[in-house]
């Protein structure tokens, strides 16, 4: 089965930038989506086909898919935006839904 | 707008049964297909079990396969997870959630139901 790779944590200081990766055999030839969550609550969509943004979602998320590493970028990064992100892809051969470990961003 | 509220969660005992049901809104629920997906305590998300839009296929992770069963009831806008023969580590919150028209991601989810499997 198709594997996904995400570093368990992540450090960052207000206003600067945060990078969260995720890690996959050819990825870069899937679509991937990210989604944010925040403790006790559900998770919620950030970015879905690589880098498509849902309207409710700030313009400072943003991602990138290439290689073996998609990335989810948040710029200008702010208290609120600490939280668990996953990143997920379907793989289509099996049909299954596969989500990545999870990265804990920390706002120092 | 969409609401996905789930219910049917609580303590059951190894090897019985528990039905969930989440009942959906604000959308035409039977366009759309479904989803279960779990997180045990302090762990990840892992993806469960799925069911088109008019139920005619399911998929289910291995790890609940032959235990758990997908279902839906279009006229009442309801989707359920029989689990059968429970395990200790089916233990987490279980999340409904919805796909959009083309399956890849989750666009809706619930507030979801924790589940605890124990003696």
């Known amino acids: 089965s198709y594997v996904l790779s995400q570093p368990p944590s992540v450090s960052v200081a207000p206003g600067k930038t945060a990078r969260i990766t995720c890690g996959g055999d050819e990825i870069g030839r899937k679509s991937v989506h990210w989604y944010q969550q925040k403790p006790g609550q559900a998770p919620v969509l950030v970015i879905f086909y690589d880098g498509d943004r849902p309207s409710r979602i700030p313009e400072r998320f943003s991602g990138s898919n290439s290689g073996n590493t998609a990335t989810l970028t948040i710029s200008r990064v702010e208290a609120g935006d600490e939280a668990g992100y996953f990143c997920?892809?379907?793989?289509?051969?099996?049909?299954?839904?596969?989500f990545g470990g999870g990265t804990r961003l920390t706002v120092l | 707008q969409v609401q996905l509220v789930e219910s049917g969660g609580g303590v059951v005992q190894p090897g019985r049964s528990l039905r969930l049901s989440c009942a959906a809104s604000?959308?035409?629920?039977?366009?759309?297909?479904m989803h279960w997906v779990r997180q045990a305590p302090g762990k990840g998300l892992e993806w469960v079990a799925m069911?088109?839009?008019?139920?005619?296929?399911?998929y289910y992770a291995d790890s609940v396969k032959g235990r758990f069963t997908i279902s839906r009831d279009n006229s009442k806008n309801t989707l359920y997870l029989q689990m059968n023969n429970s395990r200790v580590e089916d233990t987490a919150v279980y999340y409904c959630?919805?796909?959009?028209?083309?399956?890849?991601?989750?666009?809706?989810w619930g507030q979801g139901a924790l589940v605890t499997v124990s003696s």
């Open positions: 997920q892809v379907w793989d289509s051969s099996s049909y299954h839904w596969v």
């Open positions: 959630a919805k796909q959009p028209s083309y399956p890849g991601h989750f666009d809706y």
């Open positions: 069911i088109w839009y008019d139920g005619r296929n399911k």
């Open positions: 604000g959308f035409t629920f039977s366009d759309f297909g």
